[in-house]
């Protein structure tokens, strides 16, 4: 059973260097965040 358990996790770190799943346009942020919102400065105006 060890013998199995060994070759499943070669495949997987095989698998995942091949194609990995982490696809970091899914994690990052677009656009202004809250903290801008709370700021005052969603529309861009400067203050003069």
């Known amino acids: 059973m060890n013998f199995w358990n060994h070759i ?9 260097f091949v194609a990995p799943t982490y696809r970091p346009e899914r994690y990052y942020m ?4 809250p903290a ?3 700021r005052g400065n ?3 105006i400067g203050t003069n």
Do not use: K, M
Not at 8 to 16: L, N, Q, V
Not at 30 to 33: L, V
């Open 8 to 16: 499943a996790g070669y495949a997987a770190a095989i698998r995942e």
């Open 30 to 33: 677009r656009g202004p965040g």
């Open 36 to 38: 801008c919102a709370r």
């Open 42 to 44: 969603s529309l861009g």
